[in-house]
């Protein structure tokens, strides 16, 4: 048996989602209310016959600094956050923080929000789950080469483990890795 643990970065994942439906005319009919657990068992044949879902970890951040004018923004993630729990994937919060930067449009110093530690908690989940010897198999659901440090110290330390990635970035990521 091939034990797959899935790691999937949230907010990656939603904007190629959004992406999508954009490019295929689907804005607005409900497709970024993505079934993860689903997505997960389609891409198992590509791993291998004997490829079973050891664990799926999602990983993202509230974006409450926009509560003050989409309100309903923050209540839809935690609604959403709330089925995948209920479908046993384990989901980890990260924070946004404020970061000036200087637009030069209008030139002042703006404040902007980024989403932070979300690629380090993937980065951590990865070598835990091969260091506790949980898997054989992780899936990196991403499209952020931050994480490619992490995958290549995984590739140096467990070269009998798997990643393959399924983003538009795999090929950087496999790159870094040869």
Known sequence: MNRTVFLIDGFNLYHSVKKASLDLGLEGTGTRWLDIDGLCRSYLHAIG??????GIHYFSALAKHIESFK???TARHMAYIECLKATNISVELSRFKKKPIFCPQCSQQIKRHEEKETDV???AKLLEVFILDSCDTAVLVTGD???IPA???AHRL????????????KGIIVSWLN
């Open 49 to 54: 016959n004997d490829a079973q879902i050891a």
């Open 71 to 73: 309100p309903d923004v």
């Open 121 to 123: 908690a993937l980065a």
């Open 145 to 147: 080469t931050d994480i």
């Open 151 to 153: 995958v290549k110290t």
């Open 158 to 169: 467990f070269l009998i483990k798997s990643l393959p990635s399924f983003s538009h970035t």
